[in-house]
């Protein structure tokens, strides 16, 4: 079973469901808005929802907080700064936190970026998509080539240097010059990072019920081998799966989800996990998915959360499951410190991950091998099955 000696970092998740409308890619909690954005309710809602939460986390720090969607960047300028400020009555936030918002090009305007400083936001992840406009047609996107490119420019005239941009690759009429391009762009206007993931057909999206043309498989390897390329030569590290970063300039919370941190959700639809020592376990929970549904419960004192005890094989294999995401791999020791668990609980699907080559194992250190990377899932498998066959 767990012992926790001591618990992992803790982050902040706040979700922010509405878009001004759906793109036919996106399976995350956002519902297409239907007149204005009720952001002032809704941040009482949050807060409340914090409130609830609040004793699971009682005397801990939280180390980061990210405010996703949905696009965050609706959320005006008065309603961001009511909920920052509610947060630091309720919280004891590091004083160095990373606090990240989630911003679409499309809903931006050059007043925002100083309203977002002045509220305490540090860092932005803009999603680009691309930076050309018939890609972003094609993808449903609110914005052009241009508004993704102001909006950059403008994160750093208000001294925002610490933003990511979103970019994809294999989509529909994509080919590798354009992939290439979008790169080059993105690199051009000097954000600390860089997040390049391939576009997937994900069920319960529109593009699932109707797929539109995608490139070749060949021609997507090939757009992501010469991007990685690209980035390697202006310095921008891999270290996960989709993330590239200037040297220290990763990002602090989702480093936290990768290697099994702890993570308080709020909003709509949100989703968190937290250790406790007292009961020494670890629970999920996730939140009433529904914006008109989870306000209503919340301003009725309702409590919107759903939970789940993970049990040790549960937590086994997703720590791996994240962990195994990263580059350069983790410390041996982080196993037992962020799971409460002996690393022998692992022993043999990392004895036959070692043996078919997909990953080196040390007293000190466990990292996929190139192999490995390559083949994640293939590798991520092996402690599925290995921590299935220990609960039979």
Not at 59 to 70: K, L, N
Not at 157 to 180: H, I, K, S, T, Y
Not at 300 to 319: M, N, Q, T, Y
Request: charged share 20%.
């Amino acid at each position: 079973m767990f012992h926790f000696t001591a618990l992992p970092p803790l982050a902040l998740y706040i979700h922010i469901p509405w878009c001004v409308r759906k793109c036919p890619y996106c399976d995350f909690n956002s519902h297409a808005l239907d007149g204005d954005i009720p952001d002032i309710a809704y941040v009482d809602c949050l807060l409340a929802d914090l409130e609830q939460d609040l004793p699971s986390i009682w005397g801990r720090v939280v180390s980061s907080i990210f405010i996703g969607g949905g696009t965050p960047s609706l959320l005006s300028a008065e309603a961001l700064d009511r909920l920052l400020s509610g947060l630091r009555m309720r919280l004891s936030i590091d004083a160095y936190a990373e606090i990240t918002l989630e911003a679409n090009p499309g809903t931006l305007e050059s007043g925002k970026f100083h309203e977002f400083r002045a509220a305490g936001i540090n860092r932005l992840s803009i999603g680009c998509q691309s930076f050309h406009d018939e890609q972003l047609q094609a993808l449903g996107r609110i914005h052009d080539r241009k508004a993704a490119i102001r909006a950059a420019e403008t994160a750093h005239e208000a001294g925002l240097d610490n933003f990511n941009l979103d970019l994809m690759f294999g989509l529909p009429g994509q080919f590798l010059p354009q992939a290439l391009a979008d790169i080059e762009t993105a690199m051009a206007l000097e954000p600390a990072h860089i997040s390049y993931y391939q576009l997937t057909l994900e069920p319960n999206t529109l593009f699932h019920h109707s797929p539109p043309p995608l490139p070749e498989d060949d021609t997507i390897w090939g757009m992501q081998t010469a991007a990685q390329q690209a980035l390697a030569k202006r310095g921008y590290g891999q270290y996960e799966i989709s993330a590239y970063a200037r040297d220290g300039q990763q990002s602090r919370h989702n480093l936290n989800y990768w290697q099994f941190g702890d993570y308080l959700g709020i909003g709509a639809g949100a989703h968190g996990k937290v250790s406790a020592a007292d009961t020494q376990n670890i629970r999920r929970s996730w939140k009433q998915k529904h914006p008109a549904s989870y306000m209503a419960g919340i301003s009725g004192g309702k409590h919107v959360a759903e939970r789940k005890l993970l049990s040790p094989a549960d937590a086994g294999f997703e720590f791996m499951l994240n962990a195994l995401r990263l580059k350069a791999g983790f410390p041996t020791r982080l196993f037992n410190q962020h799971t409460g668990l002996p690393i022998t609980v692992i022993s043999d699907a990392l004895a036959k991950a070692e043996q078919r080559g997909l990953l080196e194992h040390s007293i000190e250190h466990i990292r996929p091998t190139e192999t490995g990377y390559r083949f994640y899932n293939d590798l991520a498998e092996l402690f599925l099955v290995d921590n299935a066959e220990n609960e039979t």
